[in-house]
């Protein structure tokens, strides 16, 4: 499909076309499908609202990611006692400090799995979670969608032509990279002893119910 295909098909799914294109592209681990596309060429439909585009985009990115989040987080019940013992520092730390991660890697144009998958297995809060990912997202996909609407379709036609064009080896390279990095990333989040790297410098995660005064706090 040409890009003036690629613009009248987009351009006519609509809301839920634009949320469900979302979801679908986001739920899928290793693989990266970047839903910028639909972004902007929904963007340069002068018969939808950019700001609803984005957010029936970040509606559904955020339902995936949080699905992938939630999985990795009962997914930790299958973890030995011993194993959740030395990711004790590391869950208290992401307590404090998670959702600045969270908001990062929504708003960058990364495999931001690697980041939603160990907060989740730490146990970082679900309600936390929803809400850093959702205004990353969001903050992602105005970005995009004023951009389309100000630097206008020329502009963009060649940002898409250029992505067709590398789309299939980006996809293999990225793929192949995130699940390498993930792996390493799961490797050390399990068999590093955190009381010795986290308890050096922040020793207030040390503490065995740190995770439950943070919650009585709030």
Do not use: C
Not at 27 to 45: D, H, K, Q
Not at 60 to 85: D, E, H, M, P, Q
Not at 105 to 126: E, M, T
Not at 176 to 188: D, V, Y
């Amino acid at each position: 499909m040409d890009i003036q295909g690629i613009l009248t098909y987009f351009g006519n799914v609509g809301y839920i076309g634009i949320f469900i294109i979302s979801f679908l592209g986001s739920i899928l681990i290793f693989i990266p499908v970047p839903y910028f596309p639909i972004l902007i060429t929904s963007a340069l439909n002068k018969e939808l609202d950019p700001n609803m585009i984005a957010l029936s985009a970040t509606i559904g990115a955020v339902l995936a990611k949080s699905s992938i989040f939630i999985a990795s987080y009962y997914g930790r019940n299958l973890l030995s006692k011993k194993t959740k013992s030395k990711i004790l520092p590391l869950q208290n730390f992401l307590a404090k400090y998670g959702g600045l991660a969270a908001f990062i890697a929504a708003l960058l144009p990364v495999p931001d799995d690697l980041v939603y998958i160990p907060l989740g297995i730490a146990k970082y809060s679900i309600k936390k979670f929803v809400l850093f990912t959702f205004f990353g997202k969001l903050l992602y996909g105005l970005i995009i969608v004023w951009g389309a609407v100000i630097l206008g379709r020329p502009v963009m036609e060649q940002i898409l032509l250029f992505s067709n064009a590398n789309n299939q080896f980006t996809v293999i390279l990225i793929a192949g990279l995130t699940i390498g990095l993930l792996i390493l990333i799961l490797f050390f989040t399990f068999k590093v002893d955190w009381t010795k790297i986290i308890g050096k410098w922040f020793p207030w995660a040390l503490d065995n119910d740190f995770d439950e005064k943070h919650k009585n706090k709030k």
